[in-house]
């Protein structure tokens, strides 16, 4: 696949997919979203894929979301997929498990691609925050709905409306992280728990996973059909324009409440 995202079958039944384009805080573009969205198809495929590994490359960010300058640019489609939503995986319907290996700060979207796997492996130097409102848009790739599932909702609302990050630490303790290791461990451990879920039942693992799923996800159709409304809302405000330009000139955004 694209070099900015590597794609390699680890042992017989397990798909490591891994973002690497550091030197962009591995910031989601429309290579990487539509490399993920065939990574996902893939998985869904093959019969010998049980289970799939998403980390990245890189020590200063995990994911820091969408790539800002092709917002700017007005190329957010670009960052979309028709199947999997934006990164390919957000809105992606999947049966087979995919564990998300963090091991440096998660910014926005990268927080929200977290969201979207099942199981999360983080090293004590990663860390977690959904700052969209600082920048004038929203936590509109499943956050707004997702965090407030994952961790007590009074600590998702302060994560949304003010934007501040909780270390990997915070994250273990409220229920988000699954695994918490040493830096640079997360990839390995995540490899780990993706093999000791391929030794179960492949049909056994994914209806299991079905069926838990909708005990906490009834009915996301409405949810993304509500947050999509919101988005545009927020997208076309001025305030979003001015947010993402004062973030590229690195100043403080002047607000205007429209």
């Not at 990268?110 to 099942?118: K, N, R, S, T």
């Not at 707004?144 to 909780?166: C, H, K, N, S, T």
Request: hydrophobic fraction near 45%.
């Amino acid at each position: 696949m694209d070099e900015v995202l590597k794609v390699s079958r680890v042992g017989d039944h397990v798909l490591l997919v891994k973002i690497n384009r550091p030197e962009k805080r591995n910031a989601i573009n429309g290579e990487i979203a539509q490399g993920i969205g065939r990574a996902v198809a893939l998985a869904e495929q093959d019969s010998q894929i049980r289970a799939v590994v998403l980390s990245s490359t890189g020590d200063q960010s995990f994911c820091a979301g969408a790539d800002l300058a092709e917002v700017a640019a007005g190329n957010h489609a670009a960052l979309l997929t028709k199947e999997g939503g934006f990164a390919g995986i957000i809105e992606a319907r999947r049966t087979k498990p995919w564990i998300v290996a963090v091991d440096a700060p998660a910014f926005g979207g990268g927080v929200e691609i977290c969201l979207a796997c099942d199981l999360l492996v983080a090293s004590e130097v990663a860390s977690f925050a959904l700052p969209e409102v600082k920048r004038g848009i929203y936590a509109g790739g499943g956050g707004v709905f997702r965090l407030p599932r994952r961790i007590p909702p009074a600590i998702a609302y302060e994560m949304l409306l003010i934007g501040d990050a909780i270390s990997a630490k915070r994250g273990y303790e409220l229920g988000l992280v699954n695994r918490l290791v040493a830096a640079g461990q997360a990839e390995a451990q995540a490899l780990k728990m993706a093999e000791q879920i391929a030794e179960g039942a492949p049909i056994a693992v994914q209806q299991s996973l079905r069926v838990a799923r909708l005990a906490g996800d009834p009915d996301e159709s409405a949810l993304f059909v509500a947050m999509r409304e919101a988005g545009k809302l927020v997208r076309e405000s001025a305030d979003a324009k001015e947010g993402t330009r004062a973030f590229l000139e690195r100043r403080k955004p002047v607000w205007t409440g429209s």
